[in-house]
């Protein structure tokens, strides 16, 4: 069974940072794509970003290119780095794996970006 159980969300200012993780169970994360995914309220849910397996390439949404960073740690867990938040990155982020044509979701971390 595949689980994943993402964690670091909350209350940051604008211009503020957060970091995201995702730990997965029942699977390697080198073996399938991880991504994130937020949904901004009022809003369908939108890809954020990518890391693919073992290459380790990382794809980013242009809304968060250049202020958001994906990696992986050693231990496998997914990374989000998010700098220079602002307002409209508030959001339920959910992290993403994708094996062998099947998805799997965590239950999602709330993020507000609010002075």
């Known amino acids: 069974q595949v689980q994943l159980v993402e964690s670091g969300g909350g209350l940051v200012q604008p211009g503020g940072s957060l970091r995201l993780a995702c730990v997965m169970s029942?699977?390697?994360?080198?073996?399938?794509?991880m991504s994130w995914y937020r949904q901004p309220p009022g809003k369908e849910r939108e890809w954020v970003a990518r890391?693919?397996?073992?290459?380790?390439?990382t794809t980013y949404s242009d809304s968060v290119k250049g202020r958001f960073t994906i990696s992986k740690d050693n231990a496998g867990t997914v990374l989000l780095q998010m700098n220079s938040l602002k307002p409209e990155d508030t959001a339920v982020y959910y992290c993403?794996?994708?094996?062998?044509?099947?998805?799997?979701w965590g239950q999602g971390t709330q993020v507000t970006v609010s002075s």
């Open positions: 993403n794996a994708k094996y062998w044509g099947s998805d799997y």
């Open positions: 029942g699977l390697s994360t080198d073996e399938a794509f």
């Open positions: 890391i693919l397996n073992i290459e380790t390439s």
